[in-house]
């Protein structure tokens, strides 16, 4: 259930006189499509809302709408809570004040219905910690949920998987040993289930996803990837040299593949595994998209309905946060290419239940239309954007 507006009017509210301009402008650029059907006798309207989507990534069907919420540079209290969130009202352009939290890295939308938001911030041991945001008023508090070298959310939602890998020596010629522990965390409420725990193995654990009911995670061993299904009948191989970085609504999984290398990260919480971009069906072997050689280094958002991804990676000389179609491959930038740093607490991005996509940099909002990036305003005395966005209707 949405908070109601007595609440979120408990902070600052500041208002947008220009915003008015682009919610028309972003209207008349959805119309013209509409227009043209018209004219030519064809408006039919897809069946499907994700054929729509892989039409036309990001496009807008009607005016703004929803609420973004967005990280700042504003920072006040203690130093485990020191990060101002700001909610953008995307009809009226209203600014209104949200609650301090730990400086995020990642911000997800748990359930967007209830208004719950996951952030994730990392630790001085370069680990990543997840805390819960059930509110957006200035006093709401983020409740911890967990810690690990590895956090992914479900495609849903529902479920945390955290995952920690601890060295224990040579315990085999030529086998850095680590035990490492593997659980699901369940986002409402807390409840924690071990699908690994104690285990040994040679490397460490490097990446997870869930698929359905079943985890896909990856290791690192003498400097080879491969990845593992965790079933309802026990853990089997899937692939070697490659390495499971996210799962789609939809259950398309996005692989990278290190081309023989040792895997490299960011170098700063999340070190996930970073190479060029493949996609798998859930049969035969996963498939680089047509025409499209994309370095990917994080999997930043997915679309309600898995068929488009918000990809933070490299083409050619250009690093940027890229549009990416899952069914035909086809890319857009959602952020100028070379303009924001590479930790991902300086990027971000976003989808609402049309499938438009919003970005944030420092400094930057933006939203993508048939027409291109267009500029999100915010009032003269508003803070400044860091990057991490997310958004709730």
Do not use: K
Not at 40 to 55: I, Q, T, V, W, Y
Not at 191 to 204: D, H, N, P, Q, Y
Not at 277 to 293: A, I, T
Request: hydrophobic share 45%; net charge negative.
């Amino acid at each position: 259930m949405r908070p109601p507006d007595d609440d979120l009017v408990e902070g600052r509210a500041r208002r947008s006189g220009a915003f008015a301009t682009v919610a028309v402008m972003v209207a008349l650029i959805a119309l013209l499509p509409f227009a043209a059907a018209r004219l030519s006798g064809d408006g039919a309207a897809p069946a499907d809302p994700a054929d729509a989507e892989r039409a036309s990534p990001g496009s807008p069907a009607r005016d703004l709408h929803g609420r973004l919420v967005f990280t700042t540079f504003e920072a006040r209290g203690s130093l485990a809570r020191q990060q101002q969130l700001w909610v953008l009202d995307l009809a009226t352009g209203v600014l209104i004040e949200g609650p301090l939290v730990p400086a995020v890295e990642e911000l997800w939308v748990a359930d967007a219905d209830r208004g719950w938001l996951v952030l994730v911030a990392a630790d001085a041991e370069a680990q990543g910690v997840a805390y819960l945001l059930t509110a957006l008023t200035t006093t709401a508090a983020p409740l911890q949920l967990g810690r690990g070298d590895v956090v992914s959310m479900s495609p849903d939602g529902t479920e945390l998987l955290l995952g920690r890998s601890e060295p224990i020596g040579r315990t085999a010629p030529a086998c850095e040993g680590h035990r490492y522990e593997l659980e699901r965390v369940s986002v409402a409420s807390g409840a924690r289930s071990s699908v690994a725990e104690g285990r040994l193995r040679c490397g460490t654990l490097v990446a997870a996803t869930l698929r359905g009911e079943v985890p896909l995670i990856t290791f690192v061993r003498q400097g080879r990837l491969e990845v593992r299904a965790f079933g309802p009948e026990g853990e089997s191989l899937l692939f070697r040299d490659l390495a499971a970085i996210s799962t789609s609504p939809r259950g398309a999984v996005l692989f990278v593949d290190p081309e023989g290398e040792v895997p490299r990260g960011l170098g700063v919480w999340p070190r996930t595994p970073t190479g060029p971009l493949l996609v798998w069906p859930g049969s035969g072997s996963p498939r680089p998209f047509p025409d499209v050689r994309l370095y990917t280094q994080r999997v930043v958002a997915w679309s309600r309905t898995g068929g488009a991804a918000a990809i933070a990676g490299i083409v050619g000389d250009e690093r940027g946060l890229w549009l990416v179609s899952v069914g035909t491959g086809a890319m857009t930038p959602l952020l100028p290419p070379n303009s924001f740093p590479l930790r991902s607490a300086f990027a971000g991005a976003a989808f609402d239940d049309l499938g438009r996509a919003f970005a944030g940099a420092p400094g930057t909002l933006v939203v993508s239309t048939v027409d291109g990036l267009v500029p999100l305003p915010l009032p003269q005395d508003a803070p400044s954007p860091v990057g991490p966005v997310a958004w709730l209707p």
